[in-house]
């Protein structure tokens, strides 16, 4: 079946960029998303990227994709202690997403 | 629209005891989703219904699980007999599906604690 991986931990300074990486096995996708999760709450749609792009920019994010070698990345600009949360990777085909098991970003000051 | 609203926002109960979780997907959404979360396990999907319909329920992890979804504004997700490893936070989210990205919207979850 689909598989969505992404590391489990990112330790950043403020002021940093962040990257954070993630692979995802199901070729048909057709958007890619980052979904943030703050403490005590649900997911959140952050940013998404169509299949066809290679890269999208939002602000302070970056999102990167690589369809060849199925690999998505977002890159947050000037890390912010507002930034540290669960971010999860998710792709989606037919209606159902594929959840990574999201890499929690913590931001020191 | 308010988004998706999941209650109670916070249960405890005994193990064996039945749990009732509720949701109301945003309204004009066909795609409802029921997920758990904890930290061994992640983000693990139960069950997806479209249109009302259970479409996949292969991550329901035993028959102790079920659920519902009896109109479009309303779902149930039930565990009967509960059990301290049910714990977990439960979320609800839906989506429309034809909508330019498939976006799902999460409710704030449901906090499980079977004692």
């Known amino acids: 079946g689909e598989d969505v991986e992404q590391s489990l931990f990112l330790s950043v300074r403020e002021g940093d960029s962040s990257v954070i990486n993630c692979t995802y096995t199901d070729s048909s996708s057709t958007y890619l998303y980052w979904y943030k999760q703050e403490p005590g709450a649900g997911l959140q749609l952050l940013t998404y990227i169509f299949s066809n792009m290679d890269m999208k920019q939002d602000q302070r994010l970056t999102v990167l994709l690589n369809k060849k070698d199925k690999h998505l990345s977002l890159r947050i600009a000037d890390t912010q202690t507002g930034d540290s949360a669960i971010y999860f990777c998710?792709?989606?085909?037919?209606?159902?997403?594929?959840f990574g098991d999201g890499t929690t970003l913590t931001v020191k000051p | 629209d308010a988004g998706v609203i999941q209650s109670p926002r916070h249960e405890v109960t005994e193990m064996g005891q039945e749990v009732t979780l509720r949701c109301k997907p945003i309204s004009g959404h066909d795609y409802l989703f029921w997920y758990r979360q904890t930290m061994m396990r992640g983000l693990e999907l139960l069950i997806y219904?479209?249109?009302?319909?259970?479409?996949?329920d292969s991550g329901m992890p035993e028959d102790r699980f079920s659920a519902k979804m009896p109109n479009a504004s309303f779902s149930t997700l039930k565990i009967q007999p509960s059990e301290p490893r049910d714990s977990a936070v439960y979320f609800c989210a839906s989506s429309e599906r034809g909508s330019l990205t498939d976006t799902q919207y999460f409710g704030p979850g449901t906090r499980l604690t079977v004692l």
């Open positions: 998710a792709d989606t085909n037919a209606g159902k997403s594929t």
């Open positions: 219904f479209n249109n009302n319909v259970p479409i996949d």
